[in-house]
Antibody, heavy 121, light 107 residues
């Protein structure tokens, strides 16, 4: 079955950078677009961005454009989220999620368990 | 496209019927609206897509309806495991947006 395992979270000081990763298994990773979604403690879901199956198309939420970059390595079945100039308001659980198809595909059909990022001095 | 869910919290008893609303600020193209369930400490799970189609594994007591700007998730015959937070999401175009969630509590 679909397995998505995030890693890389932890406590980071404001202004620093961090890379979150997601290891995928149980499906043909290179066939599917992938998303990142975040959830601040006690709050709702916020979409972060999408990368197409081949990495050529990317969409980011406006509020994070310029500070984030999503990439993937289809040879290793991994998805990454690079976050720069971190702020306390970036504190959240970050979910890796699979799109239901390969291209500009915005429906999410599977989710990882998430990794918690805390931005604090 | 801003999605507004109501009510914020719904308190019902097991065996009851829940009706959750999701209203969009603009028409959701092709009714590309989904519903997700999130239990405490867990990741969200896809329940309904294309406004009314049940995802694999979704019990038939869950049903979705609506089009345009008004959508509804109905849960008939509430089971204990149904008490959770429910989010609607539009995926017609970027940026994807979620509603703020409706918490379904046991009365």
């Amino acid at each position: 079955q679909v397995q998505l395992v995030e890693s890389g979270g932890g406590v980071v000081q404001p202004g620093r950078s961090l890379r979150l990763s997601c290891a995928a298994s149980g499906f043909i990773f290179s066939n599917y677009a992938m998303h990142w979604v975040r959830q601040a403690p006690g709050k709702g879901l916020e979409w972060v961005g999408l990368i197409s199956y081949d990495g050529t198309t990317k969409y980011y939420t406006d509020s994070l454009k310029g500070r984030i970059s999503i990439s993937r390595d289809n040879s290793k079945n991994t998805l990454d989220l690079q976050m720069n100039s971190l702020r306390p308001e970036d504190t959240a659980v970050y979910y890796c999620a699979r799109a239901e198809c390969g291209g500009e595909c915005f429906l999410i059909d599977s989710w990882g368990q998430g990794t918690l990022l805390t931005v604090s001095s | 496209n801003v999605l507004t869910q109501s009510p914020g919290t719904l308190s019902l008893s097991p065996g009851g019927r829940a009706t959750l609303s999701c209203r969009a600020s603009h028409t959701v193209g092709r009714s590309l609206l989904a519903w997700y369930q999130q239990r405490p400490g867990q990741a969200p799970r896809l329940l309904i897509y294309d406004a009314s189609k049940r995802a694999t594994g979704t019990p038939d007591r869950f049903s979705g309806s609506g089009s345009g700007t008004d959508f509804t998730l109905t849960v008939s015959r509430l089971e204990p495991e149904d008490f959770a937070v429910y989010y609607c999401q539009q995926y017609a175009s970027s940026p994807i947006t979620f509603g703020q969630g409706t918490r379904l509590d046991i009365k």
